[in-house]
Each structure stands twice: as C-alpha cells, then as structure tokens.
C-alpha cells in the first residue's frame, strides 16, 4: 500500500456524509457517554448524519440485578437485557440533553431485518428520525430475541444496518486500537480481509461483551461489501469520531469495496441466515461464477439441509467452498427429487433465478 493510496483511501472519510458508529459494551465507562455525545454532536454540526449502534444493555443490566458476571443462561440474559435497556439509553439521554440533542431509542430483531417489509418499514422510521433531527441508537431487542443473544451481536448488528441507511462510513468503536499485527503494533489499513486480517484475529476475552475483533472484521467485511468504509479504533481516543472522519491515521481502516452490493443482494448475502445448501458440479460452479448463471437442477451434485421455498441457502462447490447464497425457488425434499436430472421432455428446472443469486466476491 503506497502513502498516496492510503491518503485516498482516508480522504473517503473527510467526505463520508452518514456515519454509523458502533461501541462496545467494555468501552462504555466512565465519561465515555459524554465524550462520544460531544463527538457524535460536533459530527452533525458538521452536516453529517449519525446513527448510533450501543451495546451495554446486559452488561448494565447484569450488575442492576447483582450478578457477579455476565450469566450465559438464556432466561438471565434476557431479564439482564430487560434491566439494563433503559438504564443505557438513560445514559444515552443525559449525555445529549446538555448538547440540545434529542435521541431516540431503535430496538431491533434479526427477525426485523431479515422480512423485507419491516426492513423497509425501519429504513422509512429512520430516515424520518434523522430528518427529525433525531440521534438513533439502535440496540438488538436482546429481551426477547433468544436466537441474537445466543449467536448475534452488535458488530454484526451495525453492518447490517449499513445499506438500511446507505452509510458510507462505519466506526467500530472497542478497548484496542485497531487491529493488531504478531508484534502488538497497529495495523493501519487492510486490503485483503482473508489474507491480512483473519490471521491475526482472534476471539473476545473480556467476559463483557459478546463480540472480539473476529467478529469485527467479519462485520468489516459485510459493511465495505455494502459500500462503506470501515475503521477499527479505540474509544478511549480523545475525540476518536471527529479524528477519524478528519481522516487522521487512526484504528484500522478498511476501504470501501469498488463493486458494492445492492441492498437486496446484500440482504439475501448477510442478513438472511442459509437454511442449507446446494452441491454444485464443477462445470456450474465455473458457470455462475464466470457468466453470472442461474442455477439449474442438472449442474446440482447434492442437497443438504431443511429448507423451504423462497429461504436463503449456501451455494457451494465441489470442494465444500462457499461461493454463492440465493433464494432457492424448491423445497430441499424438491430439488433434492430433481438434482442432476435433465430429460429431452422437460428442461433443467431453475432452483436459483440470477436474480437472486448473490456471488460471494473472493478478495
């Protein structure tokens, strides 16, 4: 990576205009609310838009309860999460009400987001929020969402909601400065995600939160997809949101991907969760990754999983490789009766329309 790329690539920030900024539930301490209403406030006078995505909920929660430690039973977790929901956005409050902002609470499910109607029906309440003047700071409703507290968690949470407001810029906000190489020494900007980042990641340890910097690069990953740029920082950084979005060599930076992913193809990617997946042949394989093909039931070698019509499954290739998810058009019991078969009478069905087919982009 030259000096001049890296400038270009930080000079996207100084021009990002709608700006998600997520921060973990270790980092919020202290004056941390204060100072990051301070930020997020000066960010808007600067005719930018910010959302806030702010874990804390169960960890406040927890020790409202008098819990040693953050419980790993589902029942406690979510009366932890009921607990501290309003506790945090209390927190919330009172560190905008001297910078005359309002803010306003956005609960949501992997549910919500993964029925297209209420996903829209969210992007319409937020853009109405913003224009209102609003701060939304946007939660997983973890106390009645068992499923996102078990294998959710709000870096994920934050890159789906990146084309539900087009952002253009995502902040993950944590306890480190960024990605760290073998050395300890930040690591200033990515390129490759599989073959710089993943090497070094490695899981949470904190006993606080539910995210590690796995999990961040993997929400990297689904956001820069989706056409933001993302950086990894540290929120104990003195004015950490106004320095990165000045473009100052702060945090991790991941650059934007050139080819970005509709919002619809970027849902049915990363938000829907595979139900199973279709075995392709070699030749289909090469098929709908050369020439943007549908799937046809003759170049399916094998199924597997319980799915039924229109569920997201996983496509892929003969070596067990991930290359595509799409809306299948079959039941699994369906398009298992008709794999691999072709007659003279009838053509090869269509288990996948292109349309729906999304190809995972190798890096």
């Known amino acids: 990576m030259s000096p001049s790329e890296m400038g270009e690539a930080r000079a996207l920030l100084r021009r990002s205009r709608r700006i998600i900024v997520k921060i973990g539930s270790k980092s919020l301490t202290g004056d941390a609310f204060a100072r990051l209403a301070t930020d997020v406030s000066q960010a808007i006078a600067n005719k930018r838009r910010v959302i806030i995505v702010s874990s804390g909920a169960i960890a406040l929660g927890f020790a409202r309860l008098g819990l040693q430690a953050r419980p790993k039973d589902m029942p406690s977790l979510q009366a932890s999460a009921a607990a501290g929901q309003s506790v945090l956005m209390q927190k919330w409050e009172s560190a905008f009400a001297p910078l005359d902002r309002i803010v306003a609470q956005v609960l949501l ?36 969402s068992v499923e996102e507290i078990k ?35 930040r690591v200033p900007f990515v ?7 993943r090497p070094l990641a490695g899981a949470s340890r904190s006993g606080v939160g539910t995210g590690g910097m796995l999990s961040k690069i993997e929400a990297a990953r689904r956001a820069t997809l989706a056409g933001a740029s993302v950086v990894i920082a540290s929120a104990r950084e003195p004015g950490i949101v106004a320095r990165v979005l000045a473009g100052e060599d702060l945090g991790t930076l991941f650059p934007a991907f ?12 990363f938000t829907l969760r595979p139900r199973g997946a279709l075995v392709l042949d070699r030749g289909a394989a090469e098929a709908i990754a050369a ?36 809306l299948t058009r079959f039941s699994a019991v369906d398009a298992a009766r008709i794999a691999g078969k072709r007659s003279e009478a009838r053509p090869s069905e269509e288990l996948i329309h292109k349309d729906d087919l999304v190809l995972l982009p190798e890096e």
């Open 258 to 269: 050139p080819r970005r992913l509709g919002a619809r193809k970027h849902w049915i990617a």
């Open 291 to 326: 020439k943007n093909r549908s799937i046809l039931a003759v170049g399916v070698l094998g199924v597997r999983g319980s799915f039924a019509v229109g569920d997201s499954v996983s496509v892929v290739d003969p070596d067990g490789r991930e290359i595509a998810r799409g």
């Open 151 to 185: 294998f959710g968690d709000n870096d994920q949470l934050a890159s789906m909601v990146v084309p539900l407001c087009d952002a253009d810029t995502l902040l993950l906000l944590s306890d480190v400065d960024g990605l760290l190489d073998a050395n300890g020494e």
């Open 191 to 197: 390129r490759s995600i599989a073959k710089e980042a």
């Open 109 to 144: 499910t992997h549910a919500d987001l993964a029925d297209r109607v209420r996903t829209n029906n969210a992007r319409e309440a937020l853009a109405v929020l913003i224009d209102a003047g609003a701060i939304p700071i946007i939660n997983e409703n973890d106390a009645v």
